[in-house]
């Protein structure tokens, strides 16, 4: 009778550990998958929306003062109206929810299904307009979304099995986007928690490896911008350009994070009401000035900037004018607050290349690409003061292990000048847009802005 048993038994028993795998890896290697796939064909749509764009306002650039406020202003009120959480980079909210109290209910406001078709099809319809934002950030905030919906295949979830999956998703995201492994993993540990957590590190690098090799699968093993080429060795004098790329790099993005964090500042408070009130006029408002922005400049700011940066880079095609970079940032600067998803990664390079190219100009005995590649590390560096990110992410893109030690200098250099004037950017609005995720009170740009708009609407009530 034992042995007519023994079968079932074991049956019962394989059903059981395949269950516990399934559980213990098989849900963490689905959802890292997925987020592969998300990270490849958002990318793909992203580079159709821009093209179909561009399509649209050839030979009759004056369409770009239709197209681009109508999608913008129809975009923000439909952020506004069903997936508000969507909004920016995505990078805020998850530093938002990874650092809240564990019993915050507001992450399933913050990720989640409704997130992730807001994220990918808003941010589309902003790229479709031309503005001026990267799919990088976004793909951060999708990843995390489908990690968190893996949450269903578990019996029971706990709020540090969420923000486990939150963190693997969002650093998979960053890896798939940029093709950059090495810098997904530092993302997460310098950015995102801004700690090291031993149990944690298998299921970062699982995710990572798993996201990487859906993206090599599809995409190819190819480089974000492609091989430079640059000298492996330079003359001590080299050490005056990369000081002086770092300081201009780390003064512009501190005046960029300024201009993101204290609107109140340099917005007139009626201005404000209509974003607070009346998003489908803010939006389209926005949207024309990029538009004017793009026509005046010939077209070198519309999208993320991508091909700017890589012809640049590459110093190959034409050069851009001398003023994009001052162009591109303030593209960017209206792009952002319209409050459409949409990321800083890609712009920001972008306008660091712009900044390297003048600092080419004026140090021309040395290669373009080594200086344009300084700036770009110097920028995003500024911008994010997450140093050891910026300087992986942009060597892993380039291959430029011959620049490690420059881009390392420029990017510590270039966060501590911006340091000087303003905290890190996502961490700053995390603390404002959402809740203080590190116990610190919201910071005071937002208490400005919101009682400009209180004060202007109580004006206009009286």
Same mark, same amino acid.
């Given at each position: 009778m034992h042995a007519r048993y023994r079968p079932a038994a074991l049956w019962r028993l394989t059903r059981k550990e395949l269950h516990r795998s399934w559980l213990n890896y098989g849900v963490l290697w689905v959802g890292a998958i997925l987020v592969g796939l998300a990270a490849v064909q958002f990318a793909n749509w992203a580079n159709e929306a821009l093209a179909i764009f561009l399509g649209w306002i050839d030979g009759r650039v004056w369409l770009a003062l239709l197209i681009t406020p109508a999608l913008t202003g129809g975009a923000v009120w439909m952020t506004r109206k069903w997936f508000n959480g969507s909004e920016g980079s995505g990078i805020p909210? +998850? &530093?938002? #929810?990874?650092?809240?109290?564990?019993?915050? /209910?507001?992450? *399933?406001?913050? =990720?989640? @299904?409704?997130? !992730?078709?807001?994220?990918?099809?808003?941010?589309?319809?902003?790229?479709?307009?031309?503005l001026t934002l990267g799919r990088e950030g976004p793909t951060v905030h999708v990843g995390a979304s489908i990690m968190y919906e893996m949450r269903r295949f578990y019996p029971r979830v706990t709020p540090r099995m969420q923000r486990l999956l939150l963190l693997a998703g969002s650093a998979a995201g960053l890896s798939g986007a940029f093709n950059t492994p090495l810098a997904g993993i530092l993302?997460?540990?310098?950015?995102?928690?801004?700690?090291?957590?031993?149990?944690?590190?298998?299921?970062?690098?699982?995710?990572?490896?798993?996201?990487?090799?859906?993206?090599?699968?599809?995409?190819?093993?190819?480089?974000?911008?492609?091989?430079?080429?640059?000298?492996?060795?330079?003359?001590?004098?080299? +050490? &005056?350009? #990369?000081?002086?790329?770092?300081?201009?790099? /780390?003064?512009? *993005?501190?005046? =960029?994070? @300024?201009?993101? !964090?204290?609107?109140?500042?340099?917005?007139?408070?009626?201005?404000?009401?209509?974003?607070?009130?009346?998003?489908?006029?803010?939006?389209?408002?926005?949207?024309?000035?990029?538009?004017?922005?793009?026509?005046?400049?010939?077209?070198?700011?519309?999208?993320?900037?991508?091909?700017?940066?890589?012809?640049?880079?590459?110093?190959?095609?034409?050069?851009?004018?001398?003023?994009?970079?001052?162009?591109?940032?303030?593209?960017m600067v209206l792009s952002y607050i319209t409050g459409l998803p949409g990321g800083l990664f890609s712009p920001s390079l972008s306008i660091g290349a712009g900044f390297g190219q003048w600092v080419s100009q004026w140090f021309g005995q040395y290669p373009q690409s080594a200086l344009v590649a300084i700036c770009m590390v110097g920028y995003l560096a500024a911008v994010t003061q997450s140093p050891l990110t910026s300087f992986v992410i942009v060597m892993e893109m380039i291959n430029g292990g011959g620049l490690v030690i420059p881009l390392m200098a420029t990017a510590l250099i270039s966060s501590r000048v911006a340091n000087f004037f303003t905290p890190p950017l996502y961490e700053a609005l995390a603390e404002q847009k959402y809740f203080a995720p590190l116990g610190r009170e919201p910071q005071p740009g937002a208490q400005a802005a919101q009682a400009a708009v209180a004060a202007s609407a109580d004006e206009k009530a009286r």
């Open positions: 909210q +998850v &530093i938002a #929810v990874l650092h809240a109290p564990p019993d915050d /209910g507001r992450i *399933g406001r913050l =990720f989640g @299904l409704r997130i !992730l078709i807001g994220k990918i099809g808003l941010g589309l319809m902003g790229m479709l307009g031309g993302f997460a540990i310098e950015e995102l928690t801004r700690s090291f957590e031993t149990r944690t590190n298998g299921v970062l690098i699982t995710s990572i490896v798993f996201s990487g090799l859906v993206s090599l699968a599809l995409a190819g093993n190819y480089l974000y911008f492609g091989q430079i080429s640059a000298p492996h060795i330079f003359p001590l004098a080299f +050490v &005056i350009p #990369v000081v002086i790329s770092a300081v201009l790099c /780390g003064l512009a *993005g501190a005046a =960029f994070n @300024l201009a993101l !964090l204290k609107p109140a500042r340099w917005i007139p408070a009626r201005l404000l009401v209509w974003r607070e009130h009346s998003p489908l006029v803010w939006g389209a408002g926005l949207g024309l000035l990029v538009a004017v922005i793009g026509i005046a400049t010939a077209g070198q700011t519309w999208g993320s900037g991508y091909e700017q940066a890589r012809h640049l880079l590459m110093n190959q095609g034409e050069q851009v004018s001398w003023y994009y970079p001052l162009a591109k940032w303030l593209a």
